[in-house]
């Protein structure tokens, strides 16, 4: 069995509970855009969870060993698509306040682990 490596980030919704529903229909079970789910898979993403608490999101990635960010930004840069996916999600999100320019997802530390 091939070893998983795991990724963590936080991202903010626009404090709107009209939209923050709305987000979560779009990430409900068979609503995600297929090609979506696709990129992420084709990118060395073998499982993604994404949390909600208020306004505030956790995104948990497992990736296997063909996974690099630089891949997967390039590969995401390159799809009409997923252009297309992040553009409508920015309607919902915002970046957190110590994100860098253009910035939605932040990576988390790690301080605890079992």
Avoid at 2 to 17: K, M, P, W
Wanted: negative net charge; proline residues 4%.
């Amino acid at each position: 069995m091939n070893a998983t490596r795991r990724f963590c980030y936080a991202c903010d919704l626009v404090h709107d509970s009209n939209l923050i529903q709305e987000y979560k229909q779009y990430h409900s079970e068979g609503k995600a855009w297929p090609e979506i789910t696709d990129s992420i898979k084709a990118a060395g993403i073998v499982d993604m969870e994404i949390y909600l608490v208020e306004n505030r999101l956790f995104m948990i990635m497992e990736v296997d060993e063909t996974f690099t960010l630089e891949r997967k930004k390039k590969m995401d840069r390159e799809n009409p698509k997923v252009q297309e996916w992040e553009d409508l999600m920015w309607k919902f999100q915002q970046a957190l306040p110590s994100a860098k320019n253009g910035e939605k997802w932040v990576p988390t530390e790690l301080i605890f682990q079992l």
